[in-house]
């Protein structure tokens, strides 16, 4: 059996900072579920792949490390589960992530510095999540011209990183 590809999907979501007890987090949705709007679909040519509800539940519960990352960058580390340095869930629109901030790591205060300095005209344009589908089944359709994979999957996170 064939090692399955990882997967990237980018969201234009907003990534909001707030602040709780003291401490700046980053929250944002690392994938939205599709809901019949056209935002919730992710294209890949001449494909079309839509996310349901439950995707990602084996992955939230097996305790598996997912790291964040700013711009997929290996070296701009942000936050990894297995220490609490992020955290993430499910709930009815999509798949969430929240890291508490560090004010003394300069990766953290980068990406602070960027949501605070461009407010109006936001540099961090969104999240993205890499995934390996460890099981799939596919059904093909079509809609508006394009091939739509209708996919059960069930898929392993890896990784959220803060996109430009």
């Known amino acids: 059996m064939a090692k ?3 997967r990237t999907f980018t969201l234009t979501q907003p990534v909001e900072l707030y602040s709780a007890n003291g401490q700046q987090h980053l929250r944002a ?5 599709f809901n019949g709007q056209p935002e919730t679909e992710f294209s890949w040519g001449n494909y079309v792949e839509r996310i349901a509800p439950g995707a990602f539940q084996r992955a939230l519960s097996d305790g598996r490390n997912v790291i964040a990352r700013y711009d997929h960058e290996d070296t701009f580390f942000l936050g990894q589960t297995i220490d609490g340095t992020l955290k993430d869930w499910a709930d009815e629109k999509g798949l969430m992530y ?4 560090d004010p003394a790591s300069p990766d953290h205060q980068k990406v602070v510095s960027l949501l605070e300095r ?3 005209q ?3 344009k969104g999240s993205s999540f890499g995934m390996w589908p460890s099981k799939a089944r596919y059904t ?10 209708s996919a059960r999957l069930v898929c392993d996170i890896f990784e959220f990183p803060v996109r430009l």
């Open 140 to 149: 093909v359709g079509e809609t508006e011209g394009k091939t739509l994979l």
């Open 98 to 101: 929240d890291i508490p901030l």
């Open 29 to 33: 949705y690392a994938a939205v579920y």
């Open 118 to 120: 461009h407010k109006s």
């Open 122 to 124: 936001p540099v961090i």
């Open 4 to 6: 399955a590809q990882p």
